[in-house]
């Protein structure tokens, strides 16, 4: 994985971090109507963020593969 590739995934797995101490707090406390849809969002971005690191580990074997 290229300097850039490592960095963008580094960023992801801790922006993935953030959210995973967020829904935590979540769980553990009153839930209203913002925070619900707070949840939603991230669950969203999650899926967005699993499908950029697939793309990033994709790309990365591709260059390997390449490169051999």
């Known amino acids: 994985m290229s300097h850039q590739g490592s960095d963008d995934m ?15 707090d979540y769980t553990g406390g ?3 109507q913002v925070e619900a849809e707070a949840f939603n969002q991230r669950a969203r971005r999650r899926q967005e ?4 690191m697939h793309t990033l580990a994709a790309g ?3 260059i390997l593969r390449e490169h051999t």
């Not at 580094?10 to 935590?24: I, N, Q, R, T």
């Not at 963020?49 to 950029?52: A, C, D, H, L």
């Open 30 to 32: 009153p839930k209203g």
């Open 10 to 24: 580094l960023g992801l797995l801790k922006e993935l971090s953030v959210y995973k101490a967020m829904d935590e």
């Open 60 to 62: 990365s074997k591709r």
């Open 49 to 52: 963020i699993r499908q950029e």
